[in-house]
């Protein structure tokens, strides 16, 4: 019997609890040697070519009659009361629909800790207005007619400094993410250091990086008088509709939430922003269509960023490499708005078997560019600073930096103690060092000439474990085609791909015959966020309970057909057979003219004895011009342990991504702020993101292999884990190849040629 | 933003339709976004795409001639330019990203306005008509380091620097006439009392550049450092132009003139005569680019944060002339 279960759900760290409704498992693991027909096979995307000929409809296409278009006003100052807002003129204009600020907005809540329109604003971005009008231009026009007077106020840009006692106050309960930092601790730290023969100290800053998604946060409202239709570039359609629905006080079965293409998402499209509300509100009390679509500066100050951090690490080893202590002290700048924290201390906390370990976390509260997730967040910024830091203790104790982390390798997780269920981290040191021949590169001798190679490398932890709850549907049609139906979403990762992979392995159905219909609320049933690289691992099982469950069903039909035992019965490629007779199921489904056959399928919960994560490592071959300090990333290697691999393809995609956006944020991205808290480069000109031209080799070696005690698939997700790693085996191969080491993400020429100079290395 | 267009066939229509603070573009690559940053302000604006006689490359006894509205990918891939003028079809080719140099011209790089991120970012400084320059204290990673006055802000142009080190002449047109400024006269640093970024007056257009028909012996090369691979403004650039003759057969080679123009690190592109004086009559082989001196901006100021573009500078500079030994 299907019973209601209450269980701990883990994303990105964070722990809560859920409730899911779980059904007996139809189906049992696939095991590491099973034979699979299309799941693990390189198929191309199902929807690559409509979104590479542009027939793909993305929210910002979205254009219906009578439609009105929302956009921003922002502030000019870090800090700032607004006195008085006179938009008397914008009002009178004709076109202009709506005007909404602090002073005439019914309800200006926005969500437990935010307004819609704070007052005092707390970043040079913060919303101060919104106009709605019948055009895009008008509004823009109406914008600038508005006049705000600003009652200046002191600020503070900076983490370290906004942590001091007598700073500028951020919000009205401190400039402390809780009111105080975060402390960890394991073993006894004093002791550790005693024990230790060698200590590392290091002290390391990296940059804010920005999503820089092609689509910026978007969306388009229609409220028809019974329905209210929102598409989204989100993440979470579910989120979306349970979010418009409370502010706007309607039923959510009257919200529909659609998000059939997403133009980038990196983490930053979870929750209904401003804009998706307030052209909610809008909508509905016009009864007009509203679009609002954030403009590429506001996409770049005021929807996201991954934090910039300083990192104080400290550690201490045996002369055998064994580590003895671990200390960490971070402090992370979440700008003005965070509900949560990036986990930096994460990777320190459980990447080695360090008995004696402490962590200091502050999260801190600046007149500064908000703090929303991406791409392992905390994961990228703490793994830059510990494998870096690694890499110079492997120096110092003259040994193998890829042997220092064997050493300290922990066979089970080293805060709970509990077995992992897979864990191919030696796995993906040993296939990586092979691919890259670790063996004679980190033997070579420093060279000497104008261009100058290195090697490094850098492990990962992530997590990925994926959770329920989770619900798919097959429908099997009248022609014996079938369709995944889940109210999941596809990012650009290939979910709509390998969902039908799943299904048509299950269902014994061609690859062809597979559709799917998600990321629409009215289509599917609640399937959850995509992020946290949990979707393949968290639907994934549930399409394929929902492919059993309508099997089972179809064999029935079939037993009845071909007069033979359903026990007997099987479906191969789409045809039903038995003991010697077969019948293509389309010819049987033609027959029974309208039968209808549904399967439901529900992701069940995690095994609580265990721990799982995703684990990884990365092998990075540099050259550095000492007359001119370019750094170029010749090769890549990145060996990952995600489970089973559903399709090589959309794996090695999301790899080269991850590793694209590793270079970025290595040597590339970063944020760049004027003193007066006006950020100098908020758009894509002047903020730099990887170009095809920046890209390495790169080539994906994953360890495939099902991890039989997560799930259903032996899947783990690989979104995230690629970023994690590449910052530090850049650095450590930029060490390795001019014996410079940088601490401060990105490496950028100015620093690389200052270094140069000091050291008297090159010309 | 509300303007009408007019789209001149002749170049004297185009100079009688710019009345009343009506603007001209070629390709709209800068004048676009000036227009919706609000910096520009017009109610008319003068197309300039169907004046066909500012356009091509033609080659005459004594010079090679190049129409203003020319585009960047053009010259980039043009044969001639790519045999004769090699630093300028480099410095085309490694301008903006392959859709800009479609539409770009070269008249309109020349001319093109400030990239300086305060500039940008709107900030009252004097190239907005404000009384201080706030990248000097402030991010000034991109700034000039010399040929600075009252604004640090750097030149941004990549073929720019190939003119001048090619020793090209810009031709320009007004309600005067027509006059021939050599090009590396024709760009100036701003000050506080005149922030223009070269000598055009309001009423003149750039209509030809004119490169010298140069000898056999002549080489040029251009080569750039930027914050990535492609697609972003120079950190610093070099142009190099060398005159190289053989004494006689059999003989070693010398470097008989060299002309040295570094880019993306003054509000011009900043010509270094002393390293000129340095190379030329100089044995032209590796050991001058190995043991050479470069004692390049000597009389830099830099700022804060900007000190690394000398030391990019000389390694540039020594890439070129080894691209240069490399491609004899």
């Known amino acids: 019997m299907p019973k209601l279960v209450k269980t701990k759900v883990e994303n990105e760290g964070r722990v809560t609890e859920e409730f899911t409704w779980v059904e007996t498992p139809k189906t049992t693991v696939w095991d590491v040697e099973e034979e699979l027909r299309v799941v693990g096979k390189p198929i191309a995307r199902v929807d690559g070519v409509e979104r590479a000929t542009g027939a793909a409809k993305y929210t910002t296409d979205i254009q219906l009659p009578r439609m009105v278009h929302g956009k921003f006003l922002r502030s000019p100052h870090p800090h700032a009361r607004i006195v008085s807002i006179d938009a008397s003129e914008a009002e009178q204009m004709p076109g202009v629909r709506a005007v909404l600020h602090a002073f005439n907005l019914a309800s200006n ?183 609002f679509v954030l403009d590429r500066r506001g996409e770049q100050i005021a929807a996201g960023q991954r934090s910039p951090t300083k990192q104080y690490l400290k550690l201490g080893a045996k002369k055998d490499g064994t580590l003895t202590a671990l200390e960490m002290t971070h402090y992370t700048n979440v700008g003005a708005y965070a509900t949560w924290s990036p986990f930096v201390e994460g990777p320190a906390r459980e990447l080695y078997a360090c008995p004696n370990l402490q962590t200091t976390g502050y999260t801190v509260f600046t007149h500064s560019f908000p703090f929303a997730a991406f791409r392992a967040p905390g994961f990228v910024e703490g793994t830059f600073a510990l494998e870096s830091m690694m890499d110079e203790l492997a120096h110092k104790l003259q040994m193998d930096p890829l042997e220092l982390r064997m050493k300290n390798y922990s066979s089970v997780h080293p805060e709970s103690g509990k077995p992992f269920t897979s864990n191919g981290l030696l796995d993906a040191f040993q296939e990586g060092a092979r691919a890259i021949d670790w063996e004679t590169k980190k033997r070579r001798k420093q060279e000497d000439g104008i261009v100058r190679r290195g090697v490094g490398m850098a492990s990962q932890i992530w997590y990925g474990a994926g959770a329920p709850p989770a619900y798919a549907m097959i429908r099997v049609n009248h022609d014996a085609s079938a369709t995944v139906l889940t109210a999941s979403q596809d990012l650009g990762t290939g979910t709509k791909t390998i969902l039908c992979q ?151 995609s999301q790899v080269e991504g991850g590793v694209l956006q590793g270079i970025g944020f290595a040597l590339l991205e970063g944020r760049v702020v004027d003193a007066s808290g006006v950020a100098l480069n ?26 039989v005690l997560a799930n259903n698939l032996g899947v783990k997700g690989v979104g995230e884990p690629p970023i994690i790693p590449t910052a530090a085996a850049i650095a450590n191969a930029i060490y390795d190849a001019i014996g410079v080491r940088f601490y401060d993400a990105p490496i950028t020429r100015d620093k690389v040629l200052d270094a140069l100079e000091r050291m008297e290395i090159g010309a | 933003m509300n303007f009408d267009i007019a789209f001149p066939q002749t170049f004297d229509e185009a100079i009688s339709a710019n009345e009343n603070g009506a603007r001209w573009f070629a390709g709209g690559t800068d004048l676009i976004p000036l227009l919706k940053s609000d910096f520009v302000h017009t109610t008319r604006l003068v197309n300039l795409k169907r004046v066909d006689e500012l356009r091509g490359v033609v080659e005459t006894n004594d010079s090679v001639r190049i129409g203003a509205l020319t585009t960047l990918a053009e010259l980039a891939g043009h044969e001639l330019i790519r045999a004769k003028y090699r630093a300028l079809a480099q410095a085309c080719d490694l301008a903006a990203s392959p859709q800009i140099r479609n539409m770009g011209t070269l008249g309109g790089n020349l001319n093109q306005a400030s990239r300086c991120p305060y500039y940008r970012n709107n900030f009252p400084c004097y190239l ?63 000050d506080a009392n005149d922030t223009r970024m070269n000598v055009l007056n309001a009423d003149e257009m750039i209509t030809e550049i004119i490169l010298p028909n140069d000898s056999e012996n002549t080489r040029s090369v251009y080569v750039k450092a930027m914050d990535r691979a492609v697609w972003t403004f120079a950190l610093a650039s070099v142009a190099v132009k060398l005159e190289i003759r053989e004494r006689s057969a059999g003989d070693s080679t010398r470097l008989e003139t060299a002309c040295v123009v570094f880019g993306g690190v003054a509000p011009i592109p900043y010509r270094e005569l002393r390293v000129e004086k340095m190379l030329s009559g100089k044995e032209w082989n590796k050991d001058l680019v190995t043991q050479g001196k470069f004692a390049v901006l000597q009389d830099a100021e830099p700022l804060a944060h900007n000190a690394y573009k000398i030391r990019l500078a000389r390694g540039l500079l020594k890439r070129a002339l080894r691209e240069c030994l490399e491609n004899a």
């Open chain 1, 502 to 652: 799943i299904a048509a392995e299950e269902l014994g159905l061609p690859f062809e015959r597979i559709g799917v219909e998600i990321a629409d609320t009215q289509m599917g049933p609640f399937a959850g966020a995509s992020g946290g690289s949990m979707t393949a691992a968290s639907v994934g099982p549930a399409v394929r309970e929902a492919a059993a469950d309508a099997r089972e069903q179809l064999r029935h039909i079939a037993a009845t057909f071909l007069k033979k035992r359903v026990k007997d019965v099987r479906i191969e490629n789409g045809i039903a057979k038995a003991r010697g007779v077969e019948k293509p199921l389309a010819e049987i489904f033609r027959e029974l003219d309208n039968l209808q056959v549904v399967g439901h399928g529900s992701r069940y919960p995690n095994p609580s004895a265990y721990e799982i994560r995703t684990f990884g490592a990365q092998f990075v071959e540099v050259a550095v011009d000492v007359e001119t300090g370019e750094i170029r990333v010749e090769r890549v290697v990145a060996s990952h342990d995600s489970g089973r691999i559903l399709n090589p393809l959309t794996v090695s």
């Open chain 1, 109 to 291: 809540r926005f969500s437990s800790t935010r307004d819609f329109f704070q007052n005092p604003v707390r970043f040079v971005g913060d919303e101060v207005a919104a106009v709605f009008a019948d055009s895009d231009n008008l509004a823009r026009a109406a914008l600038k007619t508005i006049r705000v007077e600003y009652e200046l106020l002191p600020y503070v840009l900076d983490a370290e400094s906004a942590a001091q006692e007598n700073a500028p106050q951020v919000t009205p309960n401190g400039n402390l993410l809780d009111g105080k930092p975060s402390t960890y601790t394991r073993g006894d730290i004093e002791k550790g250091f005693a024990q230790a023969d060698v200590i590392v100290e290091g002290v390391f800053t990296t940059n804010a990086q920005i999503h820089s998604s092609l689509e910026t946060h978007a969306c388009a409202v229609d409220w028809d008088g019974k329905m209210l239709t929102v598409w989204e570039s989100t993440q979470d359609v579910e989120g979306i509709k349970d979010r418009v629905a409370r502010h706007l006080k309607l039923d959510k079965t009257r919200v529909r939430v659609i998000a059939s293409y997403i133009g980038g998402a990196f983490g930053a499209k979870f929750g209904a922003g401003k804009y998706t509300l307030l052209a909610a509100q809008t909508a509905y009390q016009l009864k007009r269509p509203v679009r």
């Open chain 1, 682 to 707: 908020a758009n894509l000109e002047a903020y730099h993101v990887p170009t095809i031209a920046d890209a390495p080799k790169i080539e994906t070696h994953m360890i495939d292999r099902a991890d």
């Open chain 2, 128 to 190: 907005h008509g404000g009384d201080k320059c706030f990248m000097r204290d402030g991010e000034n990673r991109e700034a000039a380091v010399i040929g600075y006055h009252d604004c640090v802000h750097v030149h941004p142009s990549d073929p720019a620097n190939a003119l001048v080190a090619l020793d090209a002449q810009i031709v320009v047109r007004g309600r005067e006439g027509e006059r021939t400024i050599a090009a590396q006269e024709f760009f100036r640093a701003p």
